[in-house]
């Protein structure tokens, strides 16, 4: 019996499985085919929590922990490149650069391995950066200026 009711559980869930698969296979690609700034507004949008439409250091090193505590799932309190990576489908190569290249930038001590510190250091000094009026406040057009026409971030800033 108890071969049967799991046999009926797999049976419902698979419909729920397939669907899933399909939804991946849309909307990844549809990622990837972002353009670099559609990138970044999705990026500032995720970390905006208040919905007020800036960004302070705060929402953005909240967000970013947790992320890490996500990535970190042997609890270490440090990420290799790989499992800072990881969510990311190999075929999407200019993708996984991208996180190489954001992966070293944060990697301040270069040992291979991103902490906390390490992010939040590297939060403040991007956030620092892009805050351009000085208020402590990061606006979309703050951050597309700080971004350029390449919409990315990988340098440590200075």
């Not at 302070?56 to 947790?66: A, G, S």
């Not at 190999?90 to 391995?113: G, K, P, S």
Request: net charge negative.
């Amino acid at each position: 019996m108890d071969r049967q009711m799991k046999g009926d559980a797999m049976r419902r869930q698979l419909p729920i499985a397939l669907t899933f698969a399909m939804a991946l296979s849309v909307v990844l690609p549809a990622f990837a085919e972002m353009s670099a700034r559609e990138r970044a507004n999705l990026w500032f949008q995720q970390r905006d929590q208040s919905g007020d439409g800036f960004l302070t250091v705060e929402e953005v090193v909240l967000y970013e922990f947790k992320l890490f505590e996500r990535m970190d799932s042997r609890g270490e309190g440090k990420l290799s490149e790989a499992e800072y990576c990881i969510d990311i489908p190999a075929e999407l190569t200019v993708n996984i650069n991208r996180c190489r290249l954001h992966f070293a930038a944060i990697d301040t001590n270069d040992d291979d391995y991103i902490t906390p510190d390490e992010i939040a250091t590297y939060l403040r000094l991007v956030f620092q950066a892009a805050d351009q009026n000085g208020d402590g406040k990061v606006s979309l057009g703050e951050w597309a200026a700080f971004l350029g026409p390449q919409g990315e971030f990988y340098n440590r800033p200075d």
